[in-house]
């Protein structure tokens, strides 16, 4: 994992315990009310766990995420579905396996992608100047 996504997981985690505290809430309280268990919240504000789309869109019953997530992955799985949709638009463009080999991955996990998989951090931070470069990132 590059330092980069280690300091957006971490601040996203600073900013993730602060709106918490901010509410006056405990772990506990906003894992009951978002319906994640709390040993995840409790990952999250530590940085020890990556954001998936369940847990942010469960967190969203509570938080402004777009307040929370501002930058590096957390802010690219909030914005995912533009993502979708650009990356469709390429797929029209280039195809799949030609878009494969410009983004270094292969064509079957952009298929995945469109099918409703997420990418993983790791792939994204493999690909994070592609994916900029061709304004996959909103």
């Known amino acids: 994992m590059n330092t980069n996504t280690c300091l957006s997981q971490e601040n996203f985690s600073k900013r993730l315990r602060q709106a918490r505290i901010d509410k006056g809430l405990m772990i506990k309280e906003v894992a009951d009310m978002c319906g994640i268990y709390k040993d995840s ?13 369940n ?3 469960a967190l969203q019953k509570v938080f402004d995420m777009s307040l929370i997530c501002t930058e590096g992955y957390e802010y690219f799985i909030l914005h ?5 949709e650009r990356l469709k638009d390429l797929v029209l463009e280039y195809g799949y396996e030609k878009l494969g080999k410009i983004l270094g991955v292969h064509y079957r996990t952009i298929e995945s992608w469109i099918k409703g998989r997420v990418i993983k951090i790791k792939t994204y931070d493999k690909i994070k100047d592609k994916l900029e470069y061709y304004n996959l990132i909103p």
């Open 41 to 53: 919240l409790s990952g999250l504000e530590l940085g020890k766990y990556t954001l998936t789309r």
């Open 55 to 57: 847990n942010l869109k």
């Open 80 to 84: 995912y579905d533009k993502f979708i």
